[in-house]
């Protein structure tokens, strides 16, 4: 009672299922060089974003009388007089995989600040942690386990970034 009709033709499921296991294997060997691509620019991304922050606020230190780094981010983005130094995108504490944290400025330590960038998925969205300070030198942390931190007084341990 097996009757081939023809002109019909198609896949049978065994040959379903190698196309499938094949697909798999490619799947398998791509996504962690996909991965790997991904933290990496994302990790490009905190670095340039972290340069753009540092040129706002010194800007923005340069047109306070007495020179002061701004308290917040907010005043970056809003200051009382003048143009803003940084885009609304800035509002946010999340940025390119990283939660940002910023620290000094303003009346208390109106010479210095720090901002970290730290993983928000370590070794899912970077490697590594990034912080910059009123220096201007941009700093890592080497191992995602252990975030880098600035304080009040700037960037705390790490080694500088170079290029």
Known sequence: MNKTLKGQSGFT????LIVLVILSL?????FPNL???YMSEN?????????AFNIANDAYRKSQIPPN????????IRPKAGPSYLDSSWKSSNRHGFTLAYTGGGKDKPDSYSLSAVPTL???TAKNSYCIDQKGG????LDAAVPLSGNADGCA?????VG
């Open 13 to 16: 499921f065994i040959e379903f």
């Open 157 to 161: 341990g790490g080694s500088p970034v």
């Open 26 to 30: 490619l799947a398998y060997i791509a």
């Open 122 to 124: 370590p070794k899912r």
């Open 35 to 37: 991965l790997r691509t």
């Open 43 to 51: 990790e490009k991304s905190i670095k340039i974003a972290l340069r």
């Open 69 to 76: 780094y701004a308290a917040n981010i907010e005043e970056l």
């Open 138 to 141: 941009l700093m890592t942390s």
